[in-house]
């Protein structure tokens, strides 16, 4: 807080010097933290030595007259060389005909984010971090795991926004995040703003050595042809988000660079079964994708960008609100929800409902696909086949489809499981050896 308010003074005098700036906004955040990790099976040990980290990081944003805009990076230097970066964010402005100004937000709401549980572990060196990496590797080493690597990091952290016309907004929160993998082929993790339960602790570390020794198992021949692919949901995340979240950012439908246009929402295109909705809400406690404002000042909350199969709006930042003549969206931040009105079964049952299917851990390369086309061509390299409903054996696959399509299909069926946001999906597209 003390450094924003130093660099808000600073700003002000140099504005009140410098009559071509006009405006400005800063995000400031500094955290403090705690890591140690297990790196083959050694918990503490050379190549994951636990350590206290603290940081300070940023965003600022000058408005200058004429159009000019600057939005450069923060760092803690920023009081000490006050002219020289005042020199190089001047020099380095701008022109943007489309450029915004400061937005003026109502009431921001207020969402749980600090656990004090992980203050203490910070300011006291709770053991706890220690403990569960102990938990994790005696358990997975009888379960019979080879290779255990994993971490554990807690931060405290403090956010300020400022900007010139007086909003100020500080809060608190304390991102934790653990996981452990297995023999090089398989892990899970657990990400929050508060320390994990017994039970989150325990799912991570049973699903970890539970895939990870069927994934162990003696590899099997793949057939070439149609088959079922079987999406967990952490890789129906990745696709989602590939495929589909990405073509709902403004900047690219306004663009043109998206498969939706202004006029897809305008009509309100459909685009997902019609039991499919997608939405995203950063205002649920101790959530990982959860804060109360952007940085822009624009009030979090929850968005439905999807509804009943039908586009209803971009994710929209001040810019390409304005160029769309749409309201501004909180922008989701890793979280979103793909949501059926239908009931959908276990993933378990899923499972033994598949004649001829594979269940899907590991995709290489998702980054490089065409985001607009829905079509995909991918090496699967951990996999296991299922056939009449059991699993025979580790397989390794290149797998073609479309996702976007297989969205539409009856066919493509979503299945539940326990502790997760999204549901795992399953659908039909070809793979080979």
Request: charged share 25%; proline share 4%; glycine share 8%.
């Amino acid at each position: 807080m003390e450094l924003a308010t130093g660099l808000a003074e600073r700003l002000n005098d140099y504005a009140r010097q410098h009559q071509e700036l006009t405006a400005w906004r800063i995000d400031l955040y500094e955290t403090r933290g705690f890591e140690t990790g297990i790196k083959n099976n050694r918990i503490g040990g050379p190549y994951s030595a636990p350590g206290y980290k603290r940081s300070i990081s940023g965003e600022i944003y000058l408005i200058w007259a004429g159009q000019k805009f600057t939005s450069a990076k923060l760092d803690s230097r920023v009081l000490d060389d006050f002219s020289e970066y005042m020199d190089i964010w001047k020099a380095t402005a701008y022109y943007d005909p489309d450029g915004v100004g400061l937005y003026k937000p109502g009431s921001i709401p207020k969402v749980d984010l600090f656990d004090e549980s992980v203050k203490k572990i910070i300011d006291h060196q709770d053991p706890l971090p220690f403990r569960l990496l102990e938990q994790g590797l005696q358990q997975l080493s009888h379960r019979g795991i080879q290779k255990i690597d994993g971490k554990v990091r807690c931060y405290d952290g403090s956010r300020v926004i400022m900007n010139s016309e007086g909003f100020v907004l500080a809060y608190s929160q304390t991102p934790v995040d653990f996981f452990f993998e297995a023999n090089d082929c398989y892990g899970e993790s657990y990400g929050e703003k508060r320390w994990p339960s017994e039970a989150e602790i325990k799912r991570v570390i049973e699903n970890t050595g539970y895939i990870a020794s069927l994934l162990a198992k003696e590899s099997v021949k793949l057939p070439s042809g149609k088959i079922q692919l079987l999406f967990p949901p952490g890789i129906f995340e990745s696709f989602l988000g590939q495929f589909l979240l990405t073509n709902l950012y403004g900047s690219l439908v306004v663009n043109r660079q998206s498969c939706f246009t202004l006029s897809d929402f305008k009509d309100e295109r459909l685009v997902l079964r019609e039991d499919l909705s997608l939405e995203a809400n950063t205002l649920l406690p101790y959530r990982a994708m959860s804060y109360p404002c952007t940085s822009e000042g624009v009030a979090g909350g929850s968005v439905l960008f999807i509804d009943k199969g039908k586009l209803k709006t971009p994710i929209l930042s001040l810019k390409y609100a304005k160029k769309a003549s749409l309201s501004p969206t909180p922008m989701p931040s890793g979280g979103f929800f793909l949501k059926s009105s239908r009931s959908i079964d276990t993933w378990e049952k899923l499972i033994k409902q598949t004649e001829h299917g594979m269940i899907v851990y590991s995709i290489l390369g998702l980054h490089t696909q065409d985001t607009s086309s829905g079509h995909f061509s991918l090496t699967a390299d951990q996999c296991l086949l299922v056939e009449r409903g059991e699993i025979v054996g580790k397989v390794k696959a290149v797998i073609n489809g479309d996702f976007l399509k297989a969205l539409l299909q009856e066919d493509s069926r979503l299945a539940f499981l326990e502790g997760e946001d999204n549901p795992g999906f399953s659908f039909w597209a070809s793979a080979s050896e």
